[in-house]
């Protein structure tokens, strides 16, 4: 059984940066494809990267593109997200999700989930 524990979130500015970090425990972490996604209230959960266990291949939302970087320390078991440049529209709930499969922007293709962390981002 697939654990993961996401922490880092907060409040900050509109501007500033936030990483956060998602803890792995259970299925081997260095063959597994991680991903981020995030959700409002009354929303849909939205795509927002994710990146592959084959040579570390990433994808990215358009949104976050430029902005957002995902990145995994295998060794730590840990997926990390970092937002630089953050605005209003950033804010949701961020939640990180292990899947058996290549990459894929589908929360479907997801098969386990974090309890989520919070990101709100100020005016």
């Known amino acids: 059984q697939v654990h993961l524990v996401e922490s880092g979130g907060g409040l900050v500015q509109a501007g500033g940066s936030l990483r956060l970090s998602c803890a792995h425990s259970?299925?081997?972490?260095?063959?597994?494809?991680m991903g981020w996604f995030r959700q409002a209230p009354g929303k849909e959960r939205e795509f927002v990267a994710a990146?592959?266990?084959?040579?570390?291949?990433?994808v990215y939302a358009d949104s976050v593109k430029g902005r957002f970087t995902i990145s995994r320390d295998n060794p730590k078991n840990t997926l990390y997200l970092q937002m630089n440049d953050l605005n209003v529209d950033d804010t949701d709930i961020y939640y990180c999700?292990?899947?058996?499969?290549?990459?894929?922007?589908?929360?479907?293709?997801?098969?386990?989930w974090g309890q989520g962390a919070q990101v709100a981002v100020s005016t």
């Open positions: 259970g299925r081997r972490f260095s063959t597994t494809t």
């Open positions: 990146i592959s266990w084959i040579l570390d291949n990433t």
């Open positions: 999700a292990a899947s058996p499969d290549t990459l894929s922007i589908e929360a479907a293709a997801y098969d386990n």
